[in-house]
């Protein structure tokens, strides 16, 4: 337990920043298996607009700190190319 003011103000945002990321965590498996789950389907209309929310969504966590831009990009990236082996298909 901590003994000082500011180590424990340290234990108070460790706690509220380790929420926030457990948030954006779930959130990120949630939209990015909301695109698999549409291509699994071969649902291209579905797919795409999945694409769209998870390209949006990344670039927010950019943002807000919780991902790397280039990770961001990355993870669209793949996911992008999974959904256009929908359209030549």
Known sequence: MAN???AEKRARQTIKRTE???FY???LKNIT?????AVEAK???KATEALKL???SFHSF???GFLKKQTASRRVSRLAKLVN???SA
Not at 33 to 37: A, E, N, S, W
Request: net charge positive; aromatic share 0%.
């Open 25 to 27: 965590r779930t959130r």
């Open 4 to 6: 000082h003011k500011s």
């Open 62 to 64: 950019v943002n807000k």
């Open 33 to 37: 298996k909301g695109v698999l789950v």
């Open 43 to 45: 649902d291209l209309d």
């Open 85 to 87: 082996t929908l359209k």
């Open 20 to 22: 926030r990321n457990r």
């Open 54 to 56: 998870a390209n949006k």
